[in-house]
């Protein structure tokens, strides 16, 4: 794809470490707050070349891993509801619920399609008038835009046998809970890249000038997270505070307002619940009453009961206190093919993405 | 769970408000993409797609200026250490 091999370029990689290198002088706990950036900086090797004071920190931001467990045992529970056809991504077929996931409910017979988008649901729905369709809404602002539209445009079909479970949830206020958590310290933020192209920098400012910490928004690529890196340590260094935007190239300082207009015409914010989190103030997307005969939690009468999370090591984890590899479980009684906790479920959560890289894992740091 | 994909826009199929929508070249592999929030985009143009939507546009000009400046970082760094 266009300019893809030049934000991988190694030459560029190398020129980054070296100026990194010659600027660190204190140590500096950096978080990168998305799981896709955590991927990149596992799969790419990033954290064995920086310097040894800068230490990276992995955020919550992985929507499978924090979709809370009462929503998963939700979900499921509609899935084995006669006439439910349930619509998910793939990513949250294998995550534990309280007492099972949906891939058992799948194979006791439930009607569950995997699918790409919530517009495929919208397919569904109109193809089988005789069914109920309920896509299972999860993730942050980057899907709100997709699932809201999904809704819009049922509202405009009339298509009434179509309807979301939104478990939808905002980065900015868990940013604000982790600077709030006295276990974590947290000097800098790279920001998750296509969250802020939703959303733009607006959110961010108060963040940053509250917490007094710079946050850098980055992107995806090797080379993206190592300039975002360079860029925080420019500001630490310095003495600064700002949000700054590496990821120009997909991110504006307004967002797409677009997209903000359709996920605020259809969602409100609520407290939400986040896996191993706990509840995180005004973090959460619902779907507006005017809407809610397409809210799958109001049309079916789903009852959350409130469980926290089995494994308290999982919150440590994704609140950046400890390392996947410092977990007792991981790598023992949690792997990707057996998972206990949600991280080491979807491949962007941080324990899935150490396992999966473990060689290099061992051999860095 | 937040990949977004960037691919070019090969066509446009509506302009319906709420459901414009088009085609969208991955590298090879052809799909149709809701283009609602991302109106300013024609055929040609690279867009960034999540979960069957174009979540914003691609900037050319911005994607050059990063390499640009890139560039420049490893050129300075060549000439401090040369190897």
């Known amino acids: ?228 890196i360079l860029m925080a340590v420019e500001q630490l260094e310095e003495g600064r505070h700002e949000v700054t935007i590496q990821y120009s190239r997909a991110v504006r300082p307004e967002g797409n307002p677009q997209a903000l207009k359709i996920m605020n015409e259809v969602y409100e914010v609520v407290d939400r619940h986040w896996r191993g989190l706990g509840t995180i103030l005004g973090s959460g997307m619902a779907i507006r009453k005017k809407y809610e005969k397409y809210d799958a939690a109001n049309k079916f009468d789903v009852r959350f009961k409130y469980r926290d999370s089995l494994v308290n090591h999982c919150g440590r984890v994704l609140n950046g206190e400890i390392k996947p590899i410092e977990c007792p479980l991981y790598g023992k009684e949690c792997t990707p093919e057996k998972p206990v906790g949600a991280p080491m479920v979807s491949s962007e959560g941080a324990c899935a993405a150490y396992y999966h890289n473990s060689e290099r894992v061992k051999a860095g740091k | 769970m937040c990949l977004a ?10 302009e319906e408000p709420l459901s414009r929508c088009g085609k969208v070249d991955f590298g090879g592999v052809v799909r149709e993409i809701n283009l609602s929030c991302t109106e300013d985009a024609g055929i040609g143009d690279y867009v960034l797609v999540h979960a069957g939507m174009a979540i914003g546009k691609i900037e050319e000009k911005e994607a050059l200026e990063t390499l640009a400046m890139l560039k420049e970082i490893s050129d300075l760094s060549k000439a401090d250490n040369p190897s």
């Open chain 1, 1 to 228: 794809m266009k300019h893809l091999a030049e934000y991988r370029n190694p030459e560029f990689g190398k020129s980054l470490y070296r100026k990194i290198h010659e600027i660190s002088t204190k140590p500096w706990n950096i978080m990168e707050v998305c799981g896709g950036q955590t991927h990149t900086i596992l799969r790419y090797g990033l954290m064995q070349k920086l310097p040894e004071q800068i230490t990276l920190l992995h955020g919550p931001g992985c929507p499978v891993c924090v979709t809370p467990i009462e929503y998963i045992d939700g979900i499921i529970s509609l899935s084995q509801r006669p006439n439910i056809i349930v619509g998910t991504f793939g990513d949250m077929l294998r995550v534990p619920g309280s007492e099972e996931n949906l891939l058992a409910s799948k194979s006791a017979g439930g009607d569950i399609r995997l699918l790409y988008s919530p517009l495929d649901a919208l397919q569904i729905a109109r193809d089988n008038r005789d069914k109920e369709v309920v896509f299972f809404g999860i993730g942050f602002e980057t899907t709100a835009p997709v699932t809201a539209s999904a809704i819009l445009q049922a509202s405009r079909e009339n298509l009434n046998n179509f309807s979301i479970l939104s478990a939808h949830v905002m980065i900015p206020p868990a940013m604000a809970a982790i600077l709030e958590n006295p276990h974590t310290k947290v000097d800098a933020f790279l920001a998750p890249g296509h969250v802020c192209t939703v959303t733009g920098t607006a959110p961010y400012q108060e963040l940053c000038a509250g917490g007094k910490v710079p946050i850098v928004v980055t992107g995806f690529e090797p080379v993206d997270i190592l300039q975002g």
């Open chain 2, 5 to 14: 994909v960037p691919g070019k826009i090969v066509q446009i199929l509506s």
